[in-house]
């Protein structure tokens, strides 16, 4: 059983190189069997076929991520947004969680975002912002509750919902400090929140 284990994390993290160089459409089950020092049948064993190898790579880091996202959405929701007001810095908790998560497998998520096509994970960053468009939205009805004559401005929000996706997408891909990249997103996390303030609402014409 440890055998299996150990030849898996093997198989994955050959995988996960050949992934990263040559993304999955070109990516070649013999050269990840030959590096591991298995064969191809080995991937069918352990992954039942080339995505199943790659959802090996990528699954779990994008399971903490959607768990760490969803958490924060349940605290938003259960906040009174009604006379919510920003300071700078607010969520910092927040964005510092992210930059860790992100950076934590930091290949992994490269191969997700950039290297998924052909495989069953593309256009996962189209999915990740209809999950925000979808929050924003509870939480923009929430806050027009309290606002009598307002109503939410749906482009804003949809138009908002992409930047705040791509702000983060932006830094993991092309930032290799975590540490830069946590002094970087901070602003730009207060210029967002502030931002959703400002617009989110419409008149209720």
Known sequence: MEKEYEAREKLIACAKKEFLEKGFAKAS???ISAAAGMTTGAVYFFCKDKNGLFGAVVEEPLKRLMTLISE?????????????????GDHDDFAEAMISMLYADRDALLILLEKSAGSSYDGIIDRFIAMIEQHNFALAEKYAAAHPGKRVNRYFMHWISHV?????????THEDDPQKALKEIKPVMDMLIEGWLAHILEDDI
């Not at 929701?77 to 700078?88: C, G, K, N, P, V």
């Not at 705040?164 to 993991?172: D, F, S």
């Open 29 to 31: 089950l013999r050269s």
């Open 72 to 88: 924060h959405f349940s605290a938003d929701m259960e906040t009174d947004i009604s006379h919510f007001q920003h300071h700078a």
């Open 164 to 172: 705040e996706i791509n702000a983060y997408m932006h830094l993991v």
